[in-house]
């Protein structure tokens, strides 16, 4: 059986930084593609970056560039997300999910077959 487990969040001041974990088993761990989203309340879920566990190639949205680190420890079976410079908008419930897709796109998170639970992130002052 699949399972992804996030751990990681809390609460944050603007301009903090976290580092969040996913926990994978069930699964070829190299055979993936692991993808971060995030929802905010009233506001449907958004593809945050995602790494490909076969090369170890990432991708960021706009929202993250420049500002965040995908990376994974293939000895632990398990992706960070490592965010920067955190405001208010980046509170949110963050969810890693896995993929064996060669077509799947963070772009539509539908198409990430497994999901975590997700953890939640609040930035307040």
């Known amino acids: 059986e699949v399972q992804l487990v996030e751990s990681g969040g809390g609460l944050v001041l603007p301009g903090g930084s976290l580092r969040l974990s996913c926990e994978t088993s069930g699964f070829t761990f190299e055979h993936y593609n692991i993808g971060w989203f995030r929802q905010a309340p009233g506001k449907e879920r958004e593809g945050l970056a995602c790494i490909s566990l076969t090369t170890g190639d990432t991708y960021y949205e706009d929202s993250m560039k420049d500002r965040a680190a995908v990376s994974s420890d293939n000895a632990k079976k398990t992706v960070y997300l490592q965010m920067n410079h955190l405001s208010l908008e980046d509170t949110a419930v963050y969810y890693c999910?896995?993929?064996?897709?060669?077509?799947?796109?963070?772009?539509?998170?539908?198409?990430?077959?497994?999901w975590g639970k997700g953890t939640l992130v609040t930035v307040s002052s």
């Open positions: 999910a896995a993929t064996s897709r060669a077509l799947a796109t963070i772009h539509i998170p539908a198409t990430y077959e497994h």
